[in-house]
């Protein structure tokens, strides 16, 4: 499975969302996640993001590991979000990796 890591946290660009054929993002309220019992693996959404936060689970570094539990468990609380919308670093988040 794909997950997100900790880059997505309080920036929710959310470009992730409209190249995932299977509607797998998931929307909590600092950050994305990935169903993995959705995710086909395509990897499409991996050079989406503008701040690299989603990763294959194999190569999710080492200090993110607690982020593939974190996906599993906070996806099926979540809505599911299919449509862009204003990142949170653009309505003055504390997006870590924003430009
Ligand atoms: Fe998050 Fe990147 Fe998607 S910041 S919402 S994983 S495009």
């Given at each position: 499975t794909h997950v997100v890591a900790e880059p997505c946290m309080n920036c929710k660009?959310?470009?992730?969302?409209?190249?995932c054929p299977v509607e797998c993002f998931y929307e909590g309220d600092n950050m994305l996640y990935i169903n993995p019992d959705e995710c086909i693996d395509c990897a499409a959404c991996i050079p989406e993001c503008p701040v690299e936060a989603i990763f294959q689970e194999d190569d999710l570094p080492e200090q993110w590991s607690s982020f593939v539990e974190l996906n599993a468990e906070k996806a099926p609380e979540c809505e599911v979000i299919t449509e862009q919308k204003a990142s949170l670093a653009d309505s003055g988040g504390d997006c870590k990796n924003a430009d």
């Open positions: 660009y959310t470009d992730c969302v409209l190249v």
